[in-house]
């Protein structure tokens, strides 16, 4: 089976602009969730959704959001975005009433 | 509210040498998952086990083996006889187990360097 993937890999950005990321789950996975990584605050959770709907958020700004499509797929938005986004954006994926994640290799984004 | 502490922020060992890295987690839920994860510089988050908090055996999987403790909120796991490929960063993570809520609480992480 093929694992999470995440696209695109690196991004660079600026201060303002705003940015799309795209997470294909593992097959069959219907649970997709995102998080971010940085140097000063580690691994933190943004959200989960399954079967589209948003079933967990983070303490994240309204800035941050997301979506699931029905074939699993899942992007996450991030508006207005700000030096302090810069991070490494991994998503994971579940099988339903699993808590194991399996984890995507990440999108760096690099705000400017 | 849950927390992982993983007190060791680095860790350096010299190849063949066994090396413990420690979590200590924090939760109010009697029913709770603790995972380790691996994450090597290409940056992808390798799953390595999940523990329920009903069950305390601890695990051994080749080189690898994990000590769980309920008495001390303890999760820790070893490495015996580390090979270079095992340095990397480690995290300790939480999963609390009501309801729909299948969030990881993540520990700060530990990086191990092996050196041959």
């Known amino acids: 089976k093929a694992g999470v993937t995440q696209t695109p890999r690196y991004l660079i950005k600026t201060r303002g602009q705003q940015v799309t990321l795209s997470c294909s789950p593992i097959s069959g996975h219907r649970s997709v969730s995102w998080y971010q990584q940085t140097p000063g605050q580690g691994l933190q959770f943004l959200f989960e959704?399954?079967?589209?709907?948003?079933?967990n958020k983070g303490n994240f700004p309204g800035r941050f959001s997301g979506r699931q499509f029905s074939n699993s797929r899942s992007e996450m938005n991030v508006s207005t975005l700000e030096l302090g986004d810069s991070a490494l954006y991994l998503c994971?994926?579940?099988?339903?009433?699993?808590?194991?994640?399996?984890f995507g290799p990440g999108t760096r984004l690099t705000v400017l | 509210a849950q927390k992982v502490t993983q007190a060791q922020t680095e860790i350096s060992v010299v190849e063949k040498e066994d090396v413990t890295l420690d979590c200590v987690y924090e939760t109010r839920d009697t029913t709770y998952y603790l995972f380790w994860y691996k994450q090597p510089p290409s940056g992808e988050l390798v799953f390595l086990i999940r523990r329920n908090s009903f069950d305390e055996q601890n695990e051994i999987s080749g080189r690898y083996s994990w000590n769980f403790q309920k008495s001390t909120s303890s999760f820790n796991f070893t490495i015996t006889a580390s090979q270079v490929v095992d340095s990397a960063v480690y995290f300790c993570?939480?999963?609390?187990?009501?309801?729909?809520?299948?969030?990881?609480?993540f520990g700060k992480g530990t990086l191990l360097t092996v050196n041959p």
């Open positions: 993570a939480l999963s609390e187990g009501g309801g729909s809520n299948y969030k990881l609480t």
């Open positions: 959704y399954f079967s589209e709907t948003q079933r």
């Open positions: 994971a994926s579940r099988t339903g009433g699993v808590h194991e994640q399996f």
